[in-house]
């Protein structure tokens, strides 16, 4: 189907690039005879055909007997729309002997809210053939809102033409809104301002549909500018501006300004309804102040799913997981409220954030049964939630029975692979994502930068660091962070302070800060660590839970136990940080590395957190190290109660009898090991060389070069000796040590 538009009419400049030319427009702005493309417009939408011409007549019963059936049908239709029962109000439908545009309107809004854009835009084509029933201006804002949910930019141009000629998108304030909203949608936002500013009349719809796009385009201080313009200009908000201004302040860690509006929201009476009560439990919560949004929360009357969401959200945000597991479960004890994919989504993510397979793994379940499984949301939490769990195959079978990938569905596997350490596979990953038109993006970098840096490989990770700075993302902060931990990781302490460096004075945040800062802690640097912390205070930065995991780390590796514990006693009391388990395990183990194993025990079994198997292996060791036999076995038995066949254990266990004197206890460790059939792993290494990784243990032998290897090893051993005094032979050590290497790479 082409149609032909009246020369007579202008046509809106919008539309004359949208969709690649759907509609065609002529130099002097006029159509004349342009039509749109050869390929019809039914080709974007199948069974779609619009007969885009003005009725000039309404045809209407002539028996007042078929239009008290039709009222009667009509009120039967919007109740079974109304309870979302589609499928019966579309039998229904198909029954009547006479339907009139409310019959059709009622039956296009019931897809429309379902988000059927499609089956919205079959029924709308129906009527205008099969019908002659006048289109008014609320049903053609209804399928302007379908062409937005569904991106269809094709049939979009062709309705705004039409409403153009039918004189609507002028004159009805209705139709306006509808079109700015669509392109907003769609991404065309320069469209949707101009179509605003031309608006002769606006109303509160025209102003929030023009806002959200700005919004939804991450030009979140224009809204707000928008906005303060809408409220100068007289026209009173609703609920829904409010939230989606509330939303702007969220998205650009603005909470004064969300403040304000709080206190507009309130002084208006929109603060207890569900849209602002919702944005604003969300605000608070991504603006770092959970305690304001949760005191919102309790004092909604029936919070809704998007309020359970919001506050299960903001929980991640700030890395308290348990609290959103908990909220979850809340949840889904509450009444008359249902988890949501996003719901979903975020419960898994707390899942895979906690390695806590088993519940994750009951959670897939219950999406499946809900019909949820195949959303893009909860597949890419699933797939998270099995690559952190180790469950690569798993995530795989997900991976690949995605109907379509976005970039975070990539970023998750890639990241999966990663995070297991295995490196090669994550680049085959990467290079699958460019190939399949998907650009790498903050995450992807990233979790690879973070891969790289686990396994040393510092010369991939400096390839990272050249594609992050050809693509424009080496100025983000988690790709400089990324950076930061890889180059601290692999050895290169200055190559991480070089990134730090170079970070432009105004864009420091405490994330880079926080990751050179853990960078020093790692290499020991101690008095550099707490130096940094000293002066990120002074910049007027706070610190998080992350970085005082390094501050701690540094005064463990430092020994500095007075400074330790005023840090730790500051988090709560200075800073209102909670300390969590990782805080509480530095802190025990400040108290081994000073010798002060029992009061280390006494702090490990009165902390608020279940301490784990870090904690009590460090007990275990100093217990070792400083003569704590029973302390020790103390500790042992708490390990073993969850890794009952764990080898460390059991060997430190006896040595530390074997230390203590007691021969008989340690003769008794080694029985128990040998009647559980415990054996300790090798140890595994590995070496990068020509881009290839190869992996090797102790007293290896599986190589087929093996007798060449141990050779060259000999040879090695016996130069190093020679060559502490003779730099000939030091030089000579080093290049014996890259053949040995060359003679280890795998075939």
């Given at each position: 189907m082409s149609f032909v538009a009246s020369p007579s009419r202008r046509c809106p400049r919008h539309l004359a690039v949208v969709n690649g030319g759907c509609v065609s427009v002529q130099k002097g702005g006029y159509l004349g005879s342009a039509v749109t493309e050869s390929t019809p417009l039914s080709s974007c939408v199948p069974a779609l055909q619009l007969h885009l011409h003005v009725p000039t007549a309404i045809r209407v019963s002539s028996s007042s007997r078929s239009s008290s059936l039709t009222f009667e049908w009509n009120t039967q239709l919007k109740h079974l729309v109304k309870c979302c029962r589609l499928v019966e109000a579309r039998s229904l439908f198909n029954k009547m002997t006479h339907r009139d545009v409310v019959s059709w309107t009622t039956l296009v809004s019931g897809y429309v809210v379902s988000c059927d854009a499609m089956e919205a835009l079959r029924l709308f084509s129906r009527m205008r053939v099969d019908h002659f029933v006048a289109v008014d201006s609320f049903l053609l804002s209804l399928v302007l809102k379908a062409c937005g949910l569904g991106r269809l930019r094709a049939n979009g141009a062709a309705l705004h033409a039409f409403s153009e000629k039918a004189g609507m998108a002028v004159a009805s304030v209705f139709v306006g809104s509808a079109l700015v909203d669509m392109y907003g949608k769609m991404g065309l936002l320069s469209f949707a301002l101009q179509l605003f500013d031309e608006m002769p009349l606006r109303n509160v719809v025209s102003w929030t549909s023009m806002i959200t796009a700005l919004v939804h385009a991450g030009r979140c201080e224009e809204a707000l500018r928008r906005f303060a313009e809408m409220w100068v200009s007289g026209i009173a908000c609703d609920s829904h501006t409010l939230a989606i201004v509330l939303k702007a302040c969220a998205d650009d860690g603005l909470l004064s300004r969300g403040r304000e509006i709080h206190a507009q929201a309130t002084k208006t009476g929109f603060e207890t309804t569900s849209f602002v009560a919702n944005a604003l439990a969300s605000m608070y919560g991504k603006c770092g102040r959970m305690d304001s949004g949760l005191v919102l929360f309790g004092k909604m009357r029936s919070p809704d799913v998007v309020s359970w969401t919001a506050v299960i959200a903001a929980y991640l945000k700030e890395g308290r997981r348990e609290d959103a597991l908990r909220t979850f479960v809340a949840m889904t004890k509450a009444e008359g409220v249902l988890p949501n994919e996003y719901t979903y989504a975020a419960a898994l993510s707390a899942c895979a954030g906690l390695a806590e397979f088993?519940?994750?793994?009951?959670?897939?379940?219950?999406?499946?049964?809900?019909?949820?499984?195949?959303?893009?949301?909860?597949?890419?939490?699933?797939?998270?939630?099995?690559?952190?769990?180790?469950?690569?195959?798993?995530?795989?079978?997900?991976?690949?029975?995605?109907?379509?990938?976005?970039?975070?569905?990539?970023?998750?596997?890639?990241?999966?692979?990663?995070?297991?350490?295995?490196?090669?596979?994550?680049?085959?990953?990467?290079?699958?994502?460019?190939?399949?038109?998907?650009?790498?993006?903050?995450?992807?970098?990233?979790?690879?930068?973070?891969?790289?840096?686990?396994?040393?490989?510092?010369?991939?990770?400096?390839?990272?660091?050249?594609?992050?700075?050809?693509?424009?993302?080496?100025?983000?902060?988690?790709?400089?962070?990324?950076?930061?931990?890889?180059?601290?990781?692999?050895?290169?302490?200055?190559?991480?302070?070089?990134?730090?460096?170079?970070?432009?004075?105004?864009?420091?945040?405490?994330?880079?800060?926080?990751?050179?800062?853990?960078?020093?802690?790692?290499?020991?640097?101690?008095?550099?660590?707490?130096?940094?912390?000293?002066?990120?205070?002074?910049?007027?930065?706070?610190?998080?839970?992350?970085?005082?995991?390094?501050?701690?780390?540094?005064?463990?590796?430092?020994?500095?136990?007075?400074?330790?514990?005023?840090?730790?006693?500051?988090?709560?009391?200075?800073?209102?940080?909670?300390?969590?388990?990782?805080?509480?395990?530095?802190?025990?183990?400040?108290?081994?590395?000073?010798?002060?194993?029992?009061?280390?025990?006494?702090?490990?079994?009165?902390?608020?957190?279940?301490?784990?198997?870090?904690?009590?292996?460090?007990?275990?060791?100093?217990?070792?190290?400083?003569?704590?036999?029973?302390?020790?076995?103390?500790?042992?038995?708490?390990?073993?109660?969850?890794?009952?066949?764990?080898?460390?254990?059991?060997?430190?266990?006896?040595?530390?009898?074997?230390?203590?004197?007691?021969?008989?206890?340690?003769?008794?460790?080694?029985?128990?090991?040998?009647?559980?059939?415990?054996?300790?792993?090798?140890g595994w290494s590995w070496i990068t060389l020509d881009d290839g990784v190869s992996v090797f243990a102790a007293g290896d032998r599986m190589h087929h070069e093996t007798e060449r290897i141990y050779a060259v090893l000999e040879l090695l051993a016996v130069t190093t000796k020679q060559a502490d005094d003779d730099p000939e032979l030091s030089l000579m050590a080093d290049e014996f040590a890259v053949s040995g290497g060359a003679l280890m790479k795998a075939v």
């Open positions: 088993g519940l994750g793994e009951q959670l897939h379940a219950r999406t499946v049964r809900a019909g949820l499984a195949r959303s893009a949301s909860v597949s890419n939490a699933v797939i998270t939630l099995y690559s952190s769990t180790g469950r690569l195959a798993e995530a795989a079978a997900v991976f690949q029975d995605m109907g379509s990938r976005d970039v975070v569905s990539w970023s998750a596997i890639v990241s999966g692979h990663a995070q297991e350490g295995d490196i090669e596979a994550a680049f085959r990953l990467l290079a699958a994502m460019r190939h399949s038109g998907t650009a790498p993006n903050e995450v992807t970098l990233g979790s690879l930068l973070s891969g790289c840096g686990s396994t040393a490989m510092l010369a991939q990770g400096r390839q990272l660091h050249a594609h992050a700075i050809s693509v424009g993302l080496h100025a983000d902060a988690m790709v400089r962070s990324a950076l930061i931990a890889m180059y601290s990781r692999c050895g290169s302490i200055t190559d991480a302070r070089g990134v730090f460096a170079g970070i432009p004075a105004g864009d420091v945040d405490v994330v880079s800060w926080t990751s050179m800062l853990s960078g020093y802690a790692e290499h020991g640097c101690g008095r550099e660590t707490i130096e940094l912390f000293e002066s990120m205070r002074l910049a007027g930065l706070r610190p998080d839970g992350v970085t005082f995991v390094g501050v701690l780390s540094a005064c463990c590796h430092e020994g500095l136990l007075d400074l330790g514990f005023k840090y730790f006693r500051s988090m709560r009391e200075v800073h209102g940080i909670e300390p969590r388990r990782e805080h509480y395990g530095c802190m025990v183990d400040l108290l081994c590395r000073a010798g002060l194993v029992e009061a280390a025990e006494r702090l490990a079994e009165t902390m608020p957190h279940e301490p784990d198997d870090v904690v009590w292996s460090m007990l275990l060791r100093a217990s070792r190290v400083h003569g704590h036999a029973d302390c020790g076995q103390r500790a042992a038995e708490r390990i073993l109660v969850s890794q009952p066949n764990c080898a460390g254990t059991h060997i430190t266990l006896c040595n530390m009898y074997a230390a203590a004197g007691r021969w008989g206890d340690a003769a008794d460790a080694r029985k128990l090991m040998r009647s559980k059939g415990v054996k300790k792993e090798p």
